[in-house]
């Protein structure tokens, strides 16, 4: 089992940069895919990026490619998501997800989920 806690949210314009940070517990970070997802008002929770676990592999949803990058530090059982040139559609609570095999985009294939933190995204 694996424990997750998410760090780095907060209040920006639009054009800056936030990132967000999401450690881990466990002796097991290394083998588990991680997932980045988003919620915002009103709205279903939406894919934004998973990494996998060796670090090799990575997917964007479409909003956030060339924006947002993934990373992780399986040293520092932390997975890293860089937001550059944000956008006040970008506002969201922000969640990060693991589970192991194979990268997914779907939420539901997760098993473990941090408490989330919010990013708001002004004009």
């Known amino acids: 089992q694996v424990q997750l806690a998410e760090s780095g949210g907060g209040s920006v314009q639009a054009g800056g940069s936030l990132r967000l940070s999401c450690a881990a517990s466990?002796?097991?970070?290394?083998?588990?895919?991680m997932g980045w997802f988003r919620q915002a008002p009103g709205k279903e929770r939406e894919f934004v990026a998973v990494i996998s676990w060796h670090g090799g592999s990575t997917y964007y949803a479409d909003s956030v490619k060339g924006r947002f990058t993934i990373s992780r530090d399986n040293i520092k059982n932390t997975v890293y998501l860089q937001m550059n040139s944000l956008k006040p559609e970008d506002t969201a609570v922000y969640y990060c997800?693991?589970?192991?095999?194979?990268?997914?985009?779907?939420?539901?294939?997760?098993?473990?989920w941090g408490q989330g933190t919010q990013v708001t995204v002004s004009s």
């Open positions: 466990g002796r097991t970070f290394s083998t588990y895919v």
């Open positions: 997800a693991a589970k192991f095999g194979r990268t997914a985009v779907a939420g539901d294939e997760y098993d473990y």
